[in-house]
């Protein structure tokens, strides 16, 4: 089975600030999802990838797929960016579902 | 596009009794998955299912069965609610298992469950 660790798990920002959201796992996989939880709300994708970076938006996430390691950049951060954070990789078996991490708590203050 | 929907968002239920929850998608996806979300914990699979028709256990499906008899729909049964259950639950779906590289899951807005 597949272990996903997050940091930081809380994070409070000032708008504008560049953020960095690390995720690391302990088995190699085919790709790593990046999920946004809003508070009250459902989870929303924001990437899936399985080598080198994707954007969208002020959204950067990138992945080293040897030091099995993955991080979201949010640039230009803005209060409505404020959300939880999840990283979820591959299970590792035949079960075909997700191994989420905690999630990491975002405040960004005006 | 609803993509997945969830019913109902909250409910309060009195130990030992029993509900359903209804997962719906209409992307025509093979696979559904229920998970429970629990403070300070990533969200953890119940059950799942690869097709019609076809269920199977998760991580944690002690005190839940679940159903899938329409390709759309994939049900959460609690037959006797204990407060340990009480969470919020999240349907997700895709059209091919998630691990594989392009897929994406889709998930619900989650059902608030309290058992008092």
């Known amino acids: 089975k597949n272990e996903v660790e997050q940091s930081p798990q809380n994070l409070t920002a000032q708008e504008g600030e560049f953020i960095t959201i690390n995720c690391s796992y302990s088995?190699?996989?085919?790709?790593l999802h990046w999920l946004q939880q809003h508070p009250g709300g459902g989870i929303v994708s924001l990437f899936m990838?399985?080598?080198g970076k994707k954007k969208h938006g002020r959204l950067i996430a990138t992945i080293n797929i040897q030091e099995k390691h993955s991080s979201l950049h949010i640039t230009a951060s803005h209060p409505r960016d404020s959300a939880v954070y999840i990283c979820?990789?591959?299970?590792?078996?035949?079960?075909?579902?997700?191994?989420f991490g905690k999630g990491t708590k975002l405040s960004v203050k005006p | 596009n609803a993509g997945v929907t969830q019913t109902p968002k909250f409910r309060v239920l009195k130990t030992g009794q029993s509900m359903t929850l209804l997962c719906a998608q209409d992307?025509?996806?093979?696979?559904m998955y229920w998970y429970r979300q629990d403070p300070g914990m990533g969200l953890r699979l119940i059950h799942y299912?690869?097709?019609?028709?076809?269920?199977a256990k998760g991580e944690v499906p002690d005190g839940y069965n679940v159903s899938r008899l329409k390709k759309q729909n994939f049900l959460l049964g609690l037959e006797s609610a204990a407060p340990s259950q009480t969470s919020v639950y999240f349907c997700?779906?895709?059209?091919?298992?998630?691990?594989?590289?392009?897929?994406?899951?889709?998930f619900g807005q989650g059902t608030r469950l309290t058992v008092v």
């Open positions: 997700a779906s895709s059209f091919l298992v998630v691990g594989q590289v392009g897929t994406e899951a889709f």
């Open positions: 088995v190699g996989i085919s790709a």
């Open positions: 990838l399985s080598s």
């Open positions: 992307m025509n996806h093979e696979y």
């Open positions: 979820a990789v591959p299970y590792g078996g035949s079960q075909g579902n997700l191994i």
């Open positions: 299912s690869v097709g019609e028709g076809t269920t």
